[in-house]
């Protein structure tokens, strides 16, 4: 007879026991001591994927899993990287975390405002090499990534309410592209055009600049970036240099305008102005401070040493009638056309039998400055190139065409040359390469304190990265960091090929003007290809436009006073124009003028009392009350250090 409780009985009741009840033979039900097991979510490991690359950047792709009993990724999460050729030559093995040749990055899902808090299934793209140090983001290596290299990466999870840091993923092998340019040198005594590079993704690099009446390179004045088929239809994102090779002004091809005034070496005012030239976003920032170090990514901007305001001389003085700061008053001043200075600061030829006059008038046929431009197409309305003019005088330009008259140049002659001229072009960068990335993210933080919202916060952004991606990439072609065992810039320069645009048809020569919120053409006239050029005409028309509104210093001391300066284009007789201040320590106040007779343009520049405080900060704004009743405003803004 077999017991109730027989081992065999007993093994075969005891599979229930998941359940928490076992039923005997008798009938009686016991529950068991352990129920049925609640599963807890837990974080699991990310994805990794390559998600695209430039020549100095890789984009990845972090993404949570998901599925039942997942948390996502709602700390953020790390990502770590090396070269191939480093892991390699460490035995395949990772560096440990605190060897500072680890290059980390940490993106906080806590961070107010964070995008890296992933939700299960979530992604978040991050840029290696161009890091954008956005809110709860930050690294150890924020310097570009090496052309045509390898990396490995690997990515975990930040621990989490009591949830513990994930493993690692597997490793990510991705690559940056490889810069590998061919050169041509233009062989037009005559022609600006210094060196063409066509990149990897077959973008055009033109390095436009000066030359002697032989032809022989003198200087570089101006950088355009063009799309590999360039019909001429597009803006070219185009930089203007100075003599040190730093840019003073740069249009991105979606017209957005960075102005950049260099108080030092590393401390520039930075004005950017959208392409409907309504919004205008003013800034200090400190190069110097660029996280070119491990550990050096936060964003700061110290008051430069010695940093004075520019009081005017010269026009009239009209004071101000409202409320003063510390007891004093704003004082406006009304002065003339701006400086004479070259508005492109491109020199002009010297072969003047290659040479085309432009004639700029506007405001009623007035003489009037501008950055001017001269395309030309042949008699099918191809796109041939585009050449920039300098100022003669006031309304006057002059641009060097490859006419058939100029002499023909030997390349290997004038290699040598033209890559002395060329080989200090990224100093500059090179000396501090985090700038381009540091930049971006100050003005991040300026555009965040404006309020201008989210669209135009986005174009800004948009604007900066294609901007500064720009600067890497002819930086990198031109490759002056000289790197061991590559070919000197003379080496590579000396086998380039020849470009001859020398004119041997009839051409249409058309004038431009740069501005915004469109550029302004002028009349095409049809001319012989080895000349001579007819003289070109633009007429700005009598649209008034203020032109700019320009803070000095940017960054100025508490109880420091600053000049607000604005330029305005075509002021007709009975105008009124309003400069203003608000300062968030309540202080306001204001001037006004009324124009007595037509000008083709004119400067107003208001000194304005410093605040009492560091962290005030104040928004100017110029107002232009047509009479017509039509008004225009633009608004530019500082803070107190």
């Not at 299934?121 to 140090?133: D, E, F, P, S």
């Not at 570089?220 to 070219?236: F, K, Q, Y």
């Not at 100075?242 to 108080?263: A, K, L, M």
């Not at 070119?292 to 004071?319: E, H, L, N, Q, R």
Request: with cysteine.
């Amino acid at each position: 007879m077999r017991t109730l409780f027989s081992r065999r009985y007993f093994v075969k009741q005891i599979a229930v026991v998941g359940t928490g009840l076992i039923t005997f033979g008798n009938g009686t039900i016991v529950r068991t001591i352990a129920g049925k097991k609640k599963k807890k979510a837990h974080t699991n490991t990310l994805v990794l994927s390559c998600a695209g690359s430039t020549p100095t950047s890789i984009d990845i792709d972090v993404c949570a899993r998901s599925g039942k009993h997942t948390t996502g990724a709602p700390a953020g999460f790390s990502v770590q990287w090396m070269t191939t050729t480093d892991y390699a030559a460490n035995g395949n093995v990772w560096y440990s975390l605190n060897d500072p040749r680890l290059c980390k990055a940490e993106f906080s899902g806590q961070a107010v405002g964070s995008r890296y808090k992933l939700k299960p299934g979530g992604c978040a793209t991050v840029r290696v090499g161009n890091l954008t140090l956005d809110s709860g983001a930050s690294t150890n290596c924020a310097n570009p990534l090496v052309p045509g290299t390898e990396y490995v990466f690997r990515a975990s999870a930040h621990a989490n309410n009591g949830q513990p840091r994930t493993q690692y993923t597997g490793n990510l092998t991705c690559s940056t592209l490889a810069v590998t340019s061919s050169f041509k040198i233009p062989v037009n005594a005559a022609d600006p055009l210094l060196l063409r590079a066509i990149a990897t993704d077959g973008q055009i690099i033109d390095f436009v600049g000066t030359r002697d009446a032989t032809g022989v390179p003198l200087s570089l004045n101006l950088i355009e970036i063009r799309p590999p088929s360039d019909d001429g239809s597009a803006n070219p994102l185009r930089y203007l240099l100075d003599s040190d090779h730093r840019p003073v002004r740069i249009h991105n091809s979606d017209g957005t305008q960075f102005d950049f005034t260099w108080i030092t070496a590393t401390q520039v005012a930075l004005a950017v102005l959208t392409p409907d030239g309504q919004t205008q976003v003013n800034t200090f920032v400190d190069l110097s401070l660029a996280p070119s170090a491990p550990g050096s990514s936060s964003i700061a901007s110290p008051i430069p040493s010695g940093a004075i305001a520019v009081v005017p001389t010269g026009g009239s003085t009209f004071t101000s009638n409202t409320a003063p700061r510390g007891g004093q008053r704003v004082i406006l001043q009304h002065g003339g056309s701006p400086s004479a200075a070259a508005v492109n600061g491109i020199a002009a030829m010297t072969v003047a039998s290659s040479s085309v006059n432009v004639q700029v008038d506007g405001c009623g046929g007035l003489p009037t400055d501008g950055d001017v431009y001269v395309k030309v197409l042949d008699t099918q309305g191809v796109f041939l190139g585009q050449y920039p003019a300098t100022r003669v005088s006031q309304g006057n330009y002059v641009a060097g065409l490859p006419s058939g008259l100029a002499p023909t140049l030997n390349p290997g002659e004038i290699c040598g040359t033209l890559a002395t001229v060329l080989g200090a072009t990224c100093d500059w960068l090179i000396d501090i390469p985090g700038a381009p990335q540091y930049l971006c993210a100050a003005l991040t933080i300026a555009v965040a304190a404006t309020g201008v919202g989210a669209v135009v916060a986005g174009e800004i952004a948009a604007a900066c990265e294609a901007v500064t991606g720009g600067l890497e990439l002819y930086c990198k072609t031109l490759n002056t960091s000289g790197a061991p065992g590559s070919p000197s810039l003379a080496d590579v320069l000396c086998e380039s090929e020849a470009l001859d645009r020398t004119f041997t048809a009839d051409v249409l020569l058309v004038p431009i003007v740069i501005a915004l919120p469109t550029n302004i053409v002028g009349s095409p006239l049809r001319a012989p290809g080895n000349g001579p050029f007819p003289d070109l005409l633009v007429d700005l028309g009598i649209h008034t436009t203020i032109r700019s509104l320009t803070l000095n210093p940017a960054n100025p001391v508490a109880q420091q006073s600053y000049v607000a300066t604005a330029d305005i284009f075509c002021l007709p007789f009975g105008t009124v124009v309003t400069l203003s201040i608000i300062g968030t320590d309540g202080y306001t106040d204001s001037v006004s003028t009324t124009i007595n007779t037509t000008q083709e343009s004119g400067t107003f520049t208001l000194s304005v009392p410093g605040a009492a405080n560091a962290g005030i900060r104040d928004v100017d704004t110029v107002t232009v009350v047509l009479p017509d009743g039509e008004q225009l405003t633009l608004n530019a803004s500082l803070v107190f250090g």
